[in-house]
């Protein structure tokens, strides 16, 4: 079955540290989203990507990276600049505007 | 702007109780509508969606219709049970004319739903 993959499900980050988020899938969707949600709040955007090699800036991008070096990956690094990074990470898919987004499972990111 | 505004929780019912989440849209060109859930722990799955005016969305017992004459998109249900506890959101996805940019998707801020038995 087609769907998105994130791992890895549980990650802790030690002060100062880099860590990756991995995001697959195999939907042959174009579009990948990032998107960040913490306790009891809604979805904010860190980053999109609509091509490969090509991603935007969403409204909460500092603190974070991308690439988008094939069609099926988009991983998401937290760098240490990103002061708050514990939080639920949801990497999504899109193929167009009526087919809405198909999301991945997610990873928790805990500070420790 | 495109936005999206939707009751807020929590919400408390009794098993079999009848289910209505609000959800009002503010669009600039031709928005499709949709409903995600969001079990614990878990990410968004689509429960169900609606593309042009006057489409009900269903799916599980939930529907949803789009009535642009009231820019709304409530989702309902006739009788909730425990398994649906969960945090429902209600999205819209914009397009300018027949372009999707990408970045034109905008999610409310959760309901939060918890059914007692």
């Known amino acids: 079955d087609g769907g998105i993959t994130q791992s890895p499900k549980y990650l802790f980050r030690k002060e100062g540290q880099n860590v990756t988020l991995s995001c697959e899938q195999n939907l042959n969707h174009d579009a990948m989203y990032w998107y960040r949600q913490d306790p009891g709040q809604g979805l904010r955007l860190i980053y999109y990507s609509q091509i490969v090699n090509d991603f935007q800036k969403g409204d909460i991008a500092e603190g974070y990276s991308v690439s988008r070096e094939k069609k099926e990956s988009f991983p998401l690094t937290v760098t240490s600049a990103q002061k708050n990074p514990t939080a639920f990470y949801l990497c999504?898919?899109?193929?167009?505007?009526?087919?809405?987004?198909?999301f991945g499972s997610g990873t928790r990111l805990t500070v420790v | 702007g495109d936005s999206v505004t939707q009751m807020e929780g929590p919400v408390t019912l009794s098993e079999e109780a009848f289910l209505t989440i609000n959800c009002t849209y503010t669009?600039?060109?031709?928005?499709?509508l949709f409903w995600y859930v969001q079990y614990p722990g878990e990410g968004l799955q689509l429960l169900l969606k609606?593309?042009?005016?006057?489409d009900k969305g269903s799916n599980k017992g939930f529907e949803a219709t789009y009535r642009k004459e009231t820019t709304s998109f409530h989702l309902e249900k006739g009788s909730v049970q425990v398994s649906d506890s969960a945090v429902y959101f209600c999205a819209l996805s914009d397009r300018e004319g027949l372009v999707f940019t990408g970045n034109q998707f905008y999610f409310g801020t959760g309901t939060s739903l918890t059914v007692i038995p």
């Open positions: 669009a600039t060109g031709y928005p499709s």
């Open positions: 609606a593309t042009k005016a006057d």
């Open positions: 999504a898919s899109s193929i167009g505007v009526a087919t809405g987004y198909t």
